[in-house]
């Protein structure tokens, strides 16, 4: 079954973050590790795909090209407010606090932060209360894409399985410095992942771009054609499986065995399987497989 997971792309220091984020979690491990050679990033290409608190993430070593930034960052729900002020005590080491870890109007205990690495984390006590995901990712819609979550929200619940919209709260007369925000908190559901949607209350210029994507996991084909279809609206963002979509929201749309073939076999033949799907835009499983083939023999 095909599913979403949220992919940090950082310069040359992935291993070192993923290190860092695996050890503020309990039930979390390294799943996958990609050596990629003579790719446009160089010869220290390396992918990792790993776990945090039982969820499935991936980063990337892809040199400096893109830049993490607020507009993307992962809400944390703690069970006491203990659990939430040590995990800020260890993301502020080296980074920056962008709301303070304080008591709120929506919140006894929640706090910003932007870790050393560069990404931001929302950490909100949820001591007393049940949730079914841990961490989530959440999208904050800023500058030439402000006032879009709900559009947003309605694009994607009716495009990926599953989709459904949970809850929505607008900002009250007065509370947004922005004109065009409407939406101040927001959850959905796509393909089982939860997201938080929200326009930007504060005239800050975050725009999403590819540091930060959602890695669509495929099974066949078809369904590669089909969320291809759906969601590319720039085609000079089109690239070895990557796209984005009318929200400026990047997205990878692979298949399931892409890290399979990356990561098994010989180097000979990852190394030809990076070669055929560097220059691809939409993603051809049969190539691959084919191409990993032929290197075997």
């Given at each position: 079954m095909e599913k979403i997971v949220p992919h940090f792309w950082f310069d040359n220091n992935a291993k070192e973050a993923v290190d860092f984020y695996m050890s503020l979690f309990e039930d979390s491990e390294m799943l996958v590790v990609q050596e990629l050679e003579d790719t446009p990033s160089g010869d220290d290409t390396i992918a990792y795909e790993f776990n945090l608190a039982g969820q499935h993430f991936a980063a990337l070593n892809g040199g400096p090209l893109f830049k993490i930034n607020p507009s993307i960052s992962l809400t944390v729900l703690g069970d006491t407010n203990e659990e939430i002020q040590t995990l800020w005590d260890q993301l502020?080491?080296?980074?920056?606090?962008?709301?303070?870890?304080?008591?709120?109007?929506?919140?006894?205990?929640?706090?910003?932060?932007?870790?050393?690495?560069?990404?931001?984390?929302?950490?909100?006590?949820?001591?007393?209360?049940?949730?079914?995901?841990?961490?989530?990712?959440?999208?904050?819609f800023s500058g030439s894409t402000n006032g879009n979550a709900r559009d947003a929200m309605t694009y994607y619940t009716n495009i990926f399985q599953g989709g459904e919209i949970i809850d929505v709260y607008e900002y009250e007369e007065g509370q947004a410095n922005t004109p065009e925000a409407e939406i101040a908190h927001a959850t959905f559901k796509i393909m089982d992942m939860e997201l938080i949607a929200a326009d930007n209350g504060e005239d800050v210029d975050y725009e999403f771009n590819e540091a930060v994507s959602l890695m669509i996991m495929c099974v066949t084909q078809a369904e590669i054609d089909y969320y291809w279809e759906k969601l590319s609206a720039e085609p000079e963002a089109e690239q070895c499986g990557w796209l984005k979509d009318k929200f400026g929201l990047s997205w990878q749309v692979?298949?399931?065995?892409?890290?399979?073939?990356?990561?098994?076999?010989?180097?000979?033949?990852?190394?030809a399987v990076t070669q055929a799907f560097l220059p691809m835009k939409k993603i051809e499983i049969e190539k691959l497989e084919r191409v990993w083939t032929s290197a075997a023999e």
């Open positions: 502020i080491d080296g980074g920056e606090e962008l709301m303070p870890l304080q008591k709120y109007d929506f919140s006894e205990f929640y706090g910003w932060v932007e870790d050393k690495y560069g990404l931001s984390w929302q950490l909100i006590s949820s001591e007393g209360m049940e949730y079914e995901q841990k961490i989530i990712p959440s999208l904050m692979v298949p399931m065995n892409l890290s399979e073939l990356l990561s098994t076999g010989t180097r000979k033949q990852i190394n």
